[in-house]
């Protein structure tokens, strides 16, 4: 122990002070490296990968037949090879750093709960299989509407493309009022499926977090019959481990 009472004066082994604390400044010195390296690791997979797919979509427009072309926008195909590419290559990123942390994450702190009390770790895994269930559900609806949106972008890209391509056309023949309407009903629509998509995506994490309060009452009870305060608290910072990935997972 570090600190030591001997009658009425308290002691500090510094030798044992002086190791903790190395100890803790060196996990953060390594917890600071390893986050860096995985930040560049994938930020180069990302940019890899983003550099692949507009080569394949290049190579792939070289041997689409002029069909494709009369019956697609323009404005369809470069969101295609533009927009849909770097938000891919964006959000890859984040997947690629979330999902190992959060495999690590999870492992760990289900490691650490069974060995503190496997007891109160197994009240934990009750609500795993629901949290899952709600996080299957809930991204399999949000995703539909995030598809929808994706294609609502390429379609209104399309238009604007088309529109100021064609101005001239446009005045010639008085369509100002037609194509704002038809403008406004594919904003209307896009607007739609990003406020649907973004709405169910968000129930993600208060569902995961009010499960994850029934499980802190249930290690709360059982904490108070079998066990002490000092486990049950414990238990509180594993639960708050234990849970996240999840979260980063929906």
């Known amino acids: 122990e570090i600190f030591k009472m001997e009658g009425n004066v308290i002691t500090i082994s510094w030798n044992i002070f002086y190791q903790k604390f190395g100890i803790i400044i060196g996990v953060y010195v390594v917890s600071a490296i390893l986050q860096w390296l995985s930040q560049y690791i994938a930020a180069s997979i990302g940019a890899r990968y983003a550099y692949e797919m507009r080569d394949r979509v ?22 295609i090879g533009t927009n849909d590419v ?6 890859l990123q984040t997947i690629i750093t979330q999902s190992f942390a959060g495999i690590a994450l999870f492992l760990g702190s289900l490691i650490a709960m069974l060995v503190t009390d496997w007891r109160l770790a197994l009240v934990a895994l009750v609500s795993l299989p629901l949290t899952l269930i709600i ?14 949106y994706r294609n609502e972008l390429g379609v209104l890209n399309g238009k604007v493309e088309e529109d100021y391509a064609g ?47 029934l499980a802190y009452v249930g290690v ?5 019959i079998i066990s002490d305060a000092g486990t049950m608290i414990v238990f509180f910072l594993f639960l708050r481990l234990f849970s996240s990935p999840f979260q980063q997972l929906g």
């Open 135 to 148: 996080v299957v559900l809930i991204s399999k609806f949000s995703g539909k509407q995030f598809t929808t």
């Open 86 to 91: 770097d938000n891919i290559s964006r959000n």
């Open 220 to 224: 709360a009870v059982l904490a108070g």
């Open 167 to 213: 101005y001239m056309i446009i005045k010639l023949f008085n369509k100002e009022k037609d194509i704002e309407e038809d403008f406004d009903k594919s904003n209307e629509k896009m607007a739609k499926a990003d406020g649907n998509s973004q709405f169910l995506s968000g129930l993600i994490f208060p569902t995961t977090i009010f499960i994850n309060n």
């Open 58 to 79: 290049q190579k792939k427009l070289d041997k689409l037949p002029l069909s494709y072309f009369d019956k697609t926008s323009y404005g369809d195909t470069l969101s």
